[in-house]
């Protein structure tokens, strides 16, 4: 059989060619990082091909499929985190990929193209993380992304250029997301396909580095099955660890994206951390500059020409310290900042927490009313639909309210108090200053007895209760009839 | 590379060799278990809800001035119009519009209409048409053909309804038509599809519903 189609295709000796590599000084698990991160990349590219089956990109879909896939697709929730936490595990790999090249000293000659497209593919992974990071559409996939490419536009000369390319236009909004879709899932995917075929095959053409020394290994081992056993062995732990992420610490998905609700406090992905904390750390003016463009690009044409930088021609650890050094520092500072940023943001997150009740995945609220359109016909009007089309545009999309104007509705006791206070508000309106948890508020309050019917005000009244945090008990339509 | 790629490793001694075929096997194994491990909820996930297939059951009502004309007309069926509200469509919700043929029957009419359609009250063969038919001598049929799901035509000039797509024949009364040698006009596996009809509050209500199409009997599969 195999000598059947080995004698029609080629596939089998392809094979075998493919298997058999060389590997000085034996096999070794501080050579696994790049297949595992090969592994990953094609189950991103799997959970994303199975993503776009539902994912539709507009600003009036994207938040809405994406609840969708959570909420009524089999295994949707889990299928969202796998790709989510696939992302970061994926940035790790790479990143432990590039530091073992670094420290092993494989980058210098006959590798130093070899490792030019390692880099790319790199910056590549950082731009599909950038760019799939819009794509839920929620608060704080809109928020990260607007700071994101408000920091391109300060790029000298070009900035603006970019800026309007990334948005398609002036601002962040549907043309944006399907730009954003199109460079996430086709562009940039297939541009490091590509690319990965070309690492693959100059790494062939080179042969593995082996360890770092400058004299060859006396020993040699086997790709198969020895290397392959231990890059198995990491890239199923891998496996492991994100499925019991996903499982355990599913991905959070915020109230819908929404350009007036004031006060969010959005966070980068995690991996651009330590850009947020040069950003945070810079005083104001020309370093602001200097800070967010001139030292990453700085830093990324360092690592883009690293083999021609570094000149010294050993590979020896021993005999490198000054390359080993800088690489300390570096991976010190990038971690420094990282940190210093997770805390400034968890820090404000907690002083301003508006927004930040996710409706999807964890930490979403069970109580939440989720319109499920088998239930939708029987159930009446759908309470988040009716608060946001009357509500959400005084008092937010997640009920943060208005200062001075418009009090929040998330903590307020007036809402969460006698459901025949919230009834009477609601139904009959309120003018004057109020005050709300000390603050005062001035702003206007319709009556939408008429505009609303019964059921409406009900269920607005529900939702609003059980919603961002907020746990009173349910009001219904009698309830509404009965208080006129 | 130093070697052959197609020729044989060097052989090792039977330890050596167990130990390279548990790993071997120990790779395919765990590749196996991860590519299971995605597979399994990825085509489950590709499988509908029943939820979503029994989404936006329920009445709507009909124009009136239309249904008024239906009521007038003694010779002709009528197209009349509605609004269905709050469609769910996966994740989007709208108001849809539709239309149903309306024939408005007399005392004799009635009488043919059960005699030339059993199927739709013959119990064994009636299938989701659990409902009556032929309310207060009307008749409301579905505007799409029951063959492929067209959107079929009254034509006057035939008196009977005429499928566009594939020609389908349809008497007043939704029979399949036959040629004079007794074959049929069209595909169609049927005669044409009722939905529920009903008076509300002296408004004339229906319940959209769409039939699995191109089989004998009648199915419901949406109603949307």
Redesign the interface.
Known sequence: MLAWIEQRTGLV?AL??AL???IPGGASYWYVFGSVTL?LLT?QI??GI?LT??Y?PSSV?AW??T??IYE?????Q??ISLHDWGASAMIILVTLHLLQVLVFGAYKRPREIQWVVGVTLFFFTLILGFTGYLLPWDLNAYYATQVGINIAATVPVIGPQIASFLNDGSTLGTLTVGRFFGIHVWMTPALLVGLVGLHLFIFRHN?PAGPAQDEKPKT?G?F???Q??MD??I??TA?LVI?GLAIFMPTPLLPKADPNFGGFIPAPAWYFYSLYGILRLAPAGVLTLVATVVLPGVFSLVLLLLPWIDRNPSRAIAKRPFMMGVTALTIITIVGLSMYSAKAIDAERKASPAGLTPVAGLGAMPATPS???????AAGPDGS?VYGTNCASCHGASGQGLAGAFPALAGNPAVTGDAGGVIGIVANGLHGQIKVNGQTFNGAMPSWHGKLTDAQIAAVITYIRTSWGNKASPVTEAQVKGHK | ???D??AP?APKDPEEMGR?RF??Q??VA??G??SL??AI??V????P?P??L?????WSPLSPDEFNALKASIDKPVKIHFTKK?V?D????SDNDYYVWGIHMNADEERQFREQRPDLFDPASRGDVSFDVGVLGFVVFSSVCPHLQCKFDWDDGLKAFLCPCHGSQFSKLGVHMKKPDGSYIGPAPRGLDPVPFRTQDGMAEVEWVKYFANVPYRMIVSYS
Request: charged share 15%.
């Open positions: 000796s075998k060619a058999t590599e060389d592994i189950m799997v959970t199975f089956f539902y539709a879909t809405e499929s609840r969708f009524h697709v089999t295994f949707g889990f299928m042969g040699v086997y198969y099955p020895e392959i056993f198995s062995i890239a199923f496996f499925v319109p499920s359109p088998g239930a939708s016909a639909a | 590379m130093s070697e790629p197609t490793q390279r790993m071997a120990a790779t765990i590749g278990f991860v491990g995605l909820p990825l489950t996930a590709l499988v809800r939820e979503l029994n989404a936006n059951k329920g709050n769910v996966g994740y989007l919700v």
